[in-house]
């Protein structure tokens, strides 16, 4: 069964960091970029992130530039999402989704080829 699994999200300080690992299994992330995104209780799920099939295109939200870096490892089969210097506003359900181009607005989720099941990431003291 082709999946996407994420995993890594938990509870964090602000200032501190996490690591987001964004996994396919039963098809080749190869062929397919990535993007994340993420969603907050009572808010609308945001584009965060995404990076190019090629890993030559990144795109990253204002509201996580500078802090967050998405790169890929193709022979892991797996596209991380690093996050730095996070805040109480980064807490929300991390997803990840897989499509044909680095794209995270303009979309419709029914068009995105695949997506995880989440991972939750929580910034607080």
């Known amino acids: 069964q082709a999946q996407l699994v994420e995993s890594g999200g938990g509870l964090v300080q602000p200032g501190g960091s996490l690591r987001l690992s964004c996994a396919a299994s039963?098809?080749?992330?190869?062929?397919?970029?990535i993007g994340w995104f993420r969603q907050a209780p009572g808010k609308e799920r945001e584009g965060v992130s995404c990076i190019s099939r090629s890993d030559d295109t990144t795109y990253y939200s204002d509201s996580v530039k500078g802090r967050f870096t998405i790169s890929r490892d193709n022979a892991k089969n797996t596209v991380y999402l690093r996050m730095n210097s996070l805040k109480p506003e980064d807490t929300a359900v991390y997803y990840c989704a897989a499509y044909s181009i680095c794209v995270v607005h303009g979309i419709q989720p029914d068009e995105y080829d695949y997506w995880g099941q989440g991972t939750q990431v929580t910034v607080s003291s």
């Open positions: 039963g098809f080749t992330l190869d062929y397919y970029a």
